[in-house]
C-alpha cells in the first residue's frame, strides 16, 4: 500500500475543522448584522402600519360624490382610527360610523366600499361589526 507524505495536502480533519470555523464567524456575523432592539422592530412596524392608509373604492367615491358628502381631515382620520379598531378585533366588514356618515370597510384591504348619509335608508348587509367613531 502506498503511502503519500505530502505535506501540501490537507486531512480530513483539518478540512472540516476550517470549515466550521468559517461558518461559524458567518453567522456570528449576520446575528450581529440583523440584531435588532425590540424597540427597533415595534417602530419599524408601526411606521410600516402607519403607510396603509385607507383607500375608496370607485363605488364609495362615486356615493360620496353623488351624496355631497365632503370629508374633513379629521372626519378621514377618525375613520381610518375606526377601521384600525375594526381591523384589530377581528372584524372583516365593518360599519364605521362618523358623525352622521356610515361607512362600510373591508378591513383587510383598508378599503371604503360604499357611504350613506342621513338622507339614505339605513339598512346594512352583509357586515359583522361595527364601530361608531
Do not use: C, P, W, Y
Amino acid at each position: 500500500m502506498n503511502q503519500i507524505s505530502n505535506t501540501n495536502f490537507s486531512s480530513i480533519e483539518q478540512m472540516s475543522g476550517q470549515l466550521l470555523k468559517n461558518k461559524s464567524v458567518a453567522v456570528n456575523q449576520a446575528f450581529e448584522i440583523n440584531k435588532k432592539s425590540f424597540q427597533d422592530v415595534l417602530l419599524e412596524q408601526q411606521n410600516i402600519a402607519g403607510q396603509d392608509t385607507l383607500k375608496f373604492s370607485k363605488h364609495a367615491n362615486e356615493r360620496l360624490a353623488s351624496r355631497n358628502i365632503d370629508l374633513s381631515t379629521t372626519q378621514l382620520e377618525r375613520l381610518e382610527t375606526g377601521a384600525r379598531k375594526a381591523q384589530e378585533k377581528g372584524i372583516n366588514e365593518s360599519l364605521v360610523m362618523v358623525d352622521n356618515i356610515a361607512f362600510i370597510v373591508n378591513t383587510k384591504s383598508k378599503t371604503v366600499i360604499t357611504a350613506v348619509n342621513d338622507s339614505d335608508d339605513k339598512i346594512f348587509t352583509n357586515i359583522d361589526g361595527a364601530v361608531i367613531i
